[in-house]
């Protein structure tokens, strides 16, 4: 069966999404005619993907947001029995290399978070994944004091990975924004800089957002 057409508007998109709402991902796959995997180890897109079918979107794997012509990016985010997220939200993968000129304006992950549609869905690991809900959704812009936790964050990050200490970035570096490996196995390297500038191979990084600041966005809009 194929997706439906990419939405033409945002209240198209929002529509299209508040009408997945109190459904389970075992109707939305039937709708589909999607086999769901028996869990979310292998596929931990799986879920991601079954909501951009639904809602037409049409970036596929491209580095530009899911909904293309609408400048709107789809998050789905676990969310637990008391409504808070369970875990981080991967954003994009980081730039380790190539870095001369780039600034917060101009990054990749600005362009990311710019406007992003938020669908919250039952994950909690009791619950088999075909009988699990999805919930409201949510568009969301940062405020200027988000935008500004982000930007602060990621120049922190981006100013180790100039200096050569990828190597020491850790989880617990920023505020709200985190930089952690990303890769499917620890072959996968990629290029970095050395502490001398010399070139290293490392695994590639990906930007996720903390659980605190993704539940503080939930909660200004939900009553959690």
């Known amino acids: 069966m194929s997706s439906p057409l990419p939405p033409q508007t945002e209240q198209e998109l929002l529509t299209r999404a508040q009408a997945l709402a109190g459904l389970t991902l075992g109707e939305l796959a039937e709708q589909a005619g999607i086999i769901p995997p ?59 290399i190539g870095l001369h000129g780039l600034n917060w304006h101009n990054s990749h992950i600005r362009h990311k978070l710019a406007k992003v549609l938020w669908v919250p869905v039952e994950g909690e690991r009791d619950i088999p994944l075909t009988d699990r809900h999805v919930g409201s959704p949510l568009l969301w812009q940062p405020s200027p004091e988000e935008e500004d936790q982000l930007r602060q964050d990621w120049e922190e990050l981006m100013d180790m990975i100039v200096l050569g200490q990828v190597e020491q970035i850790t989880a617990k570096h920023g505020e709200v924004l985190q930089l952690r490996p990303k890769a499917a196995n620890n072959k996968a390297l990629t290029e970095a800089y050395g502490a001398n500038g010399q070139p290293i191979k490392t695994l590639p990084r990906g930007f996720y957002l903390k659980t605190h600041f993704t539940a503080a966005i939930l909660a200004k809009h939900f009553i959690v």
């Not at 049409?58 to 985010?77: H, M, Q, R, Y």
């Open 38 to 96: 028996q869990d979310l180890r292998r596929d931990k897109g799986w879920v991601g993907q079954l909501l951009e079918w639904h809602l037409g979107a049409s970036a596929g794997s491209k580095p530009v947001p899911d909904f293309i012509e609408l400048g709107i990016e789809l998050k789905t985010i676990p969310i637990g029995y008391h409504g808070r997220p369970l875990e981080t939200t991967f954003v994009c993968v980081a730039p380790l």
